[in-house]
């Protein structure tokens, strides 16, 4: 019988690298509205909101959230904030519209949401801030 090539004692060391390939690109992303917002650019129809507006704030969570989880700099407690702020950015933009996400444009608050609450249990994985500095405390 061939044995398979994916295995857990295979696959099971690159789940902290996945995890950190998961949140750099999710930062990423997460980066771009908040530069298109706050930046204008990427170029928007809703960039450069008043900075002491509901959009002015979500601009700033995208931009600084996205870059501290892009880095994987106090990943667990930044994610679990934007968890929250998507949560609160769909039932406010997104449900008011129609009952299925498909149709009233908020899959990507939702998945954006469950990331985060993903990476706020899991933390930056192996390459983060986070795991460079607990590595120099002796934590981790």
Not at 118 to 129: C, F, I, P
């Amino acid at each position: 019988m061939e044995k398979s090539l994916v295995t857990k004692d295979r696959i099971e060391p690159w789940t902290p690298k996945a995890l950190s390939v998961l949140r750099i690109v999710t930062g990423l992303l997460f980066l771009e509205h908040g530069t298109q917002k706050l930046l204008g650019f990427p170029p928007s129809e809703h960039a450069f909101p008043p900075l002491f507006s509901l959009l002015g704030l979500q601009g700033v969570l995208e931009l600084v959230g996205g870059f501290l989880i892009l880095i994987g700099l106090l990943t667990r407690p930044v994610a679990f904030i934007l968890a929250g702020d998507m949560a609160v950015a769909y039932f406010m933009a997104h449900a008011p519209k129609g009952f299925f996400p498909t149709l009233n444009g908020g899959q990507l608050a939702i998945l954006f949401c469950f990331v985060f609450l993903y990476l706020a249990v899991a933390g930056g994985g192996e390459w983060s801030v986070d795991t460079q500095i607990a590595r120099r405390r002796g934590i981790a």
